[in-house]
């Protein structure tokens, strides 16, 4: 007993003097220091979604330069890197996502570990970037900034609590793209940050506590602090009924709980840092008195990309802009060039839909060419993908389909191709993968957009289905599940050329009936009706045996040529044609390449001179 005692006395009095001259906290600090160098982990959170300012440009307020080539959103970041965060969490809607990812990439470089590197790190220090997309059922509490903190805080948590506990964030770093002052201020706090108080930012006294855009730090344990002061103001404006009758966007607004309403708590175990200089760029004005202070001149992006990823010069304003959207295009397009002149693919045909169809008729454009008739115009009341008309030389056109996603997809790009472009270049940059198909799906099908972004989404959805299907419920709700491929290709030239092909077509959405109501003489009408006994669901409404026999009825005494399957019911059905033509086929409607067998369709003619059969 007297050895261990001796023994226990002679470490106690080696612990004291290693730490002899330091206070308490100072000895839990260095202990936790040391321990946890490597292992402390500080995350980055970055509200995006709420920058909405009255700048009004064609960009996103986020991007507002705040110097040369180095836009807000930028600035924030890097002030992340400099202040340790080990991982970086932006809060941001999906509409904006692509925008973003874009610009900023997927990760960055740590600034120390390039500009002092340690002893014991012989590579750069990379940190990951993720972005936090807003479910579609928070979208309107997209412009509350203390609900987006809170919520990429407990989105961090759960998605590395899900890897190992070892690996959550110890504490939280928030910095804003709408404040401006030195991004490299955070560096000298390294170490501070480390220990249980919170860092506040302040300038003139004042901190993100009294509503400015300063970055501060917080713990976990002040998340579930700071989430019951949030549900106790959302209590408090649910019992006003002046609350309740605003719209939804309006009751989440930052009016009801903004961020220095949840700060109020946040006094206990928290310092002030003063920095020299801070500017607000969330109104026009501010944005100005920016622009024209002497710190502007402090702020630049870092040289040689060494923290950020290099890109573009971001200056695209006015003219420039439009210069920029004509460069974009200019590979694809060909001024004042007529359709027919557009070079031939390999099959001899022009032009390729942008569409992925199931039933398309490109590879038996040959056999349609053949069998259709000359005339003043052409009529199609089923177009699905189009192909038979983008490669055919008639004078006039008339598209239709009872489809009102895929007429408003031709009507987009007849009149507003380039916007649509746009949107779907993004969304096909990051939404190849579940999630995002099937958030993106639910968007849809929601239908609360503008045209050119049902367009886009309604394209996005045709590419990343199954197959190219194009099936709804009685809800009329698109329903086709993910299709699962390794690569996606992005139909820009298709939409180009496709958008050159319709100037001057008629396009609509109506039933057959009406389109053959209409006909005048010299039409000629290519039919490719839903087939017999197949796949029907194509509209809402659905495509049945009657309906086949009323478009037999119908077609005799005009000029028309009908697509269908060929057996027994369907010849019967379309009896009355002057002629029957078998073709040959393939059937791309499953998931197994082997089981794509080639199948037998018929192409049914009727001429001008038949008479209508009183017996059908």
């Known amino acids: 007993m007297e050895k261990t005692s001796s023994s226990t006395e002679k470490s106690q009095s080696t612990r004291k003097s290693k730490y002899d001259g330091l206070t308490q906290e100072e000895i839990e600090y260095e202990v936790t220091y040391r321990k946890s160098r490597w292992a402390f982990h500080m995350a980055g959170i970055v509200p995006v979604v709420d920058t909405r300012a009255d700048f009004n440009m064609p960009w996103d307020d986020f991007m507002m330069p705040v110097a040369a080539n180095y836009t807000a959103i930028e600035r924030a970041v890097v002030e ?16 904006i996502t692509p925008l973003i990812k874009e610009r900023l990439g997927e990760w960055m470089r740590d600034p120390l570990s390039i500009w002092k590197p340690s002893r014991n790190i012989s590579k750069e220090i990379r940190i990951p970037i993720y972005y936090a997309q807003l479910d579609y059922r928070d979208l309107s509490k997209d412009n509350t900034i203390a609900w987006s903190i809170l919520y990429g805080a407990c989105t961090s948590y759960l998605i590395t609590r899900r890897i190992s506990k070892w690996v959550t964030p110890d504490k939280y770093y928030v910095s804003f793209p709408q404040g401006v002052y030195p991004d490299w201020t955070p560096r000298q706090y390294r170490k501070f940050f480390r220990n249980q108080s919170n860092l506040f930012l302040s300038h003139n006294g004042e901190t993100a ?10 713990t976990k344990k002040d998340i579930e602090k700071y989430t019951k002061r949030l549900d106790k103001n959302i209590s408090m404006n649910n019992s006003k009924s002046v609350w309740s009758m605003l719209p939804t966007k309006e009751r989440n607004s930052s009016r009801f709980f903004s961020l220095d309403n949840i700060l109020e708590s946040a006094t206990i175990n928290s310092e002030q840092v003063e920095i020299p200089w801070y500017y607000s760029i969330d109104t026009w004005d501010d944005y100005c008195l920016f622009l024209g202070s002497e710190e ?6 870092p040289r040689n990309n060494e923290i950020i990823k290099p890109n573009s010069k971001w200056s695209l304003i006015g003219e420039e802009r439009e210069q920029f959207l004509e ?24 032009l390729k839909s942008p569409l992925k169809w199931a039933g398309g008729k490109y590879r038996l454009l040959e056999q349609i060419k053949k069998v259709l008739p000359e005339g003043n115009r052409l009529v199609e009341p089923f177009v699905g993908a189009g192909s038979v008309f983008l490669n055919l030389n008639y004078s006039n056109y008339w598209i239709n389909d009872i489809n009102k996603d895929l007429i408003n997809l031709y009507q987009v790009i007849q009149t507003n191709h380039r916007y ?16 995002s198909y099937y958030f993106n799906r639910q968007i849809f099908n929601e239908r609360k957009q503008d045209k050119i972004t049902q367009a886009s989404l309604f394209l996005y959805l045709n590419r990343h289905c199954f197959n190219g299907l194009c099936r709804y419920n009685k809800k009329n709700q698109f329903n086709v599940p993910f299709g699962k491929y390794k690569t996606i290709y992005l139909p820009e030239k298709e939409i180009t050329n496709t958008h050159k092909r319709l100037q001057n077509v008629k396009i609509t959405s109506l039933s057959f009936e009406e389109v053959f109501s209409d006909i005048k003489q010299g039409d000629v009408i290519y039919c490719d009706p839903p087939y017999h006994n ?32 060929y057996n027994e019911e369907t010849l019967a059905i379309f009896n009355g044609a002057d002629e029957i033509h078998k073709t040959e086929a393939s059937r791309a409607i499953s998931r197994d390449a082997n089981g794509r067998k080639r199948v037998y369709e018929m192409l049914a003619v009727f001429a001008v001179n038949h008479q209508r059969n009183s017996n059908q």
Request: aromatic share 10%; glycine share 8%.
């Open 80 to 95: 992340q890197a400099f202040a340790g965060a080990r991982t970086i969490w932006l809060v941001c809607s999906p509409k």
């Open 420 to 435: 649509l472009l746009e949107q779907v270049e993004n969304l096909f940059k990051c939404g190849n993968n579940k999630e």
């Open 296 to 301: 502007r001149t402090l702020i630049e992006r």
């Open 209 to 218: 506590k009294d509503g400015k855009y300063l970055g501060f730090t917080f």
């Open 534 to 565: 197949t796949f029907a669901q194509y509209a809402s409404g659905g495509f049945n045996k009657a309906d086949h026999q009323k478009l037999a009825n119908l077609s005799c005494g005009l000029d028309v040529v009908i697509s269908n399957s």
């Open 327 to 350: 460069s974009k295009h200019k590979r694809y397009e060909v001024e004042n060039e007529p359709p027919e002149k557009l070079q031939l693919n390999e099959r001899g045909h022009c």
